[in-house]
């Protein structure tokens, strides 16, 4: 079946813009999770939902940064007044969400720059 | 908090040669431990997991044992292909009921024919 999927794969935007990413998880996953890759480190959390609410968002780094999955499915992660420091990979993942198997499945990324 | 220490690569590897990649980890409790890799272009699979001590995860030729007395899960090939070039991530999930994993910084596996 078909796995995790994100779009853009890759974002160019300049330092100040807002940018949105979007992922989509597997079918009838309810768990759903953000992270974020900086170049040669391992991805980090951002936030975690189950179903449509967050239910963990103490990754976030800061205001600048909010997610959304409104009907349990998509979701989008927002950047407002975008840094530098912001270009990484950011990646989604998701899971059952019950039961004893909580593997994440990950998405190909999206690669942000911020120029 | 939790954290994952893994050895820094790159590795380099001729094809058939064993492989080890070491993992230390910090946590409370019992967590569960997880390698996951990344081919070149792709994105990051499960490779094999682990959720209790002494337990062995399999996959693919690869196996790594969860160490609760030395905190480690180390990975390990018996004889390696160049098709398992690639990035090997170490990772735990907490026994807190908190679902974030915490990842290691990768190791770079380069097998060489």
């Known amino acids: 079946g078909a796995g995790v999927s994100q779009t853009p794969s890759n974002k160019v935007t300049e330092k100040g813009k807002y940018v949105e990413l979007r992922c989509d998880p597997i079918s009838g996953h309810t768990a759903l999770y953000w992270y974020r890759q900086s170049l040669g480190q391992g991805p980090e959390f951002l936030i975690y939902f189950q179903g449509t609410g967050a239910a963990d968002d103490s990754g976030l780094p800061n205001d600048r940064f909010f997610a959304v999955r409104p009907e349990g499915s998509v979701s989008t992660l927002k950047i407002q007044r975008t840094e530098r420091g912001d270009s990484a990979v950011y990646l989604c993942a998701s899971s059952l969400g019950s039961g004893s198997d909580e593997t994440q499945y990950f998405g190909p990324g999206t690669r942000l720059l911020v120029l | 908090g939790n954290s994952v220490t893994q050895m820094e690569g790159p590795v380099t590897l001729s094809e058939e040669a064993f492989l080890t990649i070491n993992c230390t980890y910090t946590a409370t409790g019992y967590p569960s431990l997880f390698w996951y890799v990344q081919y070149p272009g792709e994105g990051l699979q499960l490779l094999l997991k682990?959720?209790?001590?002494?337990d062995k995860g399999s996959n693919k030729g690869f196996e790594a044992t969860y160490r609760k007395e030395t905190t480690s899960f180390h990975l390990e090939k018996g004889s390696v292909q160049v098709s398992d070039s690639a990035v090997y991530f170490c990772?735990?999930?907490?026994?807190?009921?908190?679902?974030?994993?915490?990842f290691g910084s990768g190791t770079r596996l380069q097998v060489q024919p």
């Open positions: 990772a735990l999930k907490g026994d807190t009921g908190r679902r974030a994993l915490t």
């Open positions: 682990a959720t209790k001590a002494d």
